[in-house]
């Protein structure tokens, strides 16, 4: 059973645009939802997190919105550039040194 | 910021071979190492999760006799991946928690292919 279910499974955006990716989770234990991004042939790299605590973090382009009682949260990209281009995964988990649930990804393309 | 590593990056093996996969905290302990496996444009399946001293603890439908998983120092985890197959071909990647935060660092990941 898939613990983060993440939308949509592709997505391509212009130059400039927003990107909004979402995820849903079921368990209310999990307590730390990160993003990540991959580009081919590469290992994961952190982009932003979030605790339930709050429903917003801003860093930079990057924005996390949370919604606890919907238990979704979403990544936005604002001002979307080529380099943007890669595959986002969200991910829960449920406390320190603890597994994460990754969800299924998301593969963004930029076009100029 | 923590940086961890892997080694090799790229690896060739023969089938019925062995090969092992290195993944070093560089400036950071990890007291807890998780590996993982993904295919292409897929997302990550964890392996097994490992703490330092400790055998690893394998999810269902990993074989560990097959994928050895040895955490013997803070800083080193080693995947040993035993008589290999061509289904064992794959990208493996590791990651690290030091245990002070929530944060997974993640290595750069190590292709795997078998002929």
């Known amino acids: 059973q898939q613990q983060v279910k993440q939308s949509p499974q592709s997505l391509i955006v212009q130059k400039g645009g927003i990107s909004i990716i979402n995820c849903a989770y079921e368990?209310?234990?999990?307590?730390?939802f990160p993003w990540y991004q991959q580009f081919p042939g590469k290992g994961p790299a952190l982009l932003i997190a979030?605790?339930?605590?709050?429903s917003e973090k801003k860093e930079g382009r990057f924005t996390i919105s949370f919604n606890k009682s919907a238990k979704q949260f979403s990544l936005h990209i604002m001002d979307s550039q080529p380099g943007d281009s890669a595959t986002y995964f969200c991910?829960?988990?449920?406390?320190?040194?603890?597994?994460?649930?990754f969800g299924t990804g998301t593969s963004l393309t930029v076009i100029p | 910021g923590a940086v961890v590593s892997q080694h090799p990056s790229w690896v060739i093996c023969k089938s019925g071979t062995s090969v092992k996969i290195e993944c070093r905290s560089l400036?950071?302990?990890?007291?807890?190492m998780f590996w993982y496996r993904q295919f292409p444009k897929q997302s990550l399946m964890l392996m097994a999760t490992?703490?330092?001293?400790?055998?690893?603890?394998?999810e269902q439908g990993v074989e560990k006799d097959k994928f050895l998983i040895n955490h013997a120092s803070l800083t080193l985890s080693t995947l040993t991946v035993t008589s290999a197959h061509p289904e064992d071909s794959s990208f493996y990647i590791c990651?690290?928690?030091?245990?002070?935060?929530?944060?997974?660092?993640f290595g750069p990941g190590t292709r795997l292919t078998v002929t």
């Open positions: 979030i605790r339930p605590d709050v």
């Open positions: 400036d950071f302990q990890a007291t807890t």
């Open positions: 991910a829960a988990s449920t406390g320190t040194g603890n597994q994460f649930y």
């Open positions: 990651s690290a928690s030091s245990g002070q935060s929530s944060e997974q660092y």
């Open positions: 368990n209310t234990a999990f307590d730390y």
């Open positions: 490992s703490n330092e001293g400790s055998k690893a603890t394998y």
